[in-house]
């Protein structure tokens, strides 16, 4: 396994440099990271992400502040845990949002699931994942570290649902904890029609950006 993994000198440059920690406890991202080969911890975050998507202009600033509060949180709990190699502090979070604008976080109840599911049969609804990175900025004296931001969206467009496939999926137990009540990249697979966009935005994080974001660091000698 060792062997398939990516060996770019950013990446190793990243892991030799930096205490590299992911602000999540999500499986999907936690694989999706691990494909890069970066040598990393995991961190949940324990913010309480309590804040009011209404008071926000868009879904996009709205998760891109979940992203940006998750990772701050992390950040600060593990720097006063004491000396260490400086930070590289990777949060995220993810929503969707139906074809009305309506932002569709975790369902509260089964019910819930499968009434937001039959809601989207047959319409388009769109991932939006808020990505935040919090670095120590080794480039510098101020000792400050740097914010990098980035939202990504990607429309999802289903087909026809009937009741007996939702019910079904639903009885799974799978949508409970997923955004949307549906995971793609599970048995959700059979709701898709096709995508606009990262299918791995949809998984939960998008790698593509996340590789962006780390060679404009590179780039800035911040890496």
Known sequence: MDSCRFRTPLIDALSRRFRVVLASGSPRRKELLDRLGIAYEV?????????????FASAGDYVLENATQKTREVYRRTKDGGPSRPLFVIGADTVVVNASGTILEKP????DAAATLKAMSGRTNTVHTGVCLLVDDVSSSSGQPRLVTAIESTEVQFGQLDDALV???VATGEPM?????????????FFVESIRGD???????PCARFYQML????EQGAL
């Open 108 to 111: 509260e109840s089964h019910a």
């Open 43 to 55: 961190i949940p975050s324990g913010f309480a992400e309590d804040l009011d998507s209404t008071q």
């Open 167 to 169: 019910d079904a999926y």
């Open 215 to 218: 060679r404009a660091l590179h």
């Open 177 to 189: 904890d997923k955004a949307g009540s549906y995971a793609y990249q599970s048995l959700a697979c």
């Open 199 to 205: 299918y791995y935005n949809v998984v939960g994080f």
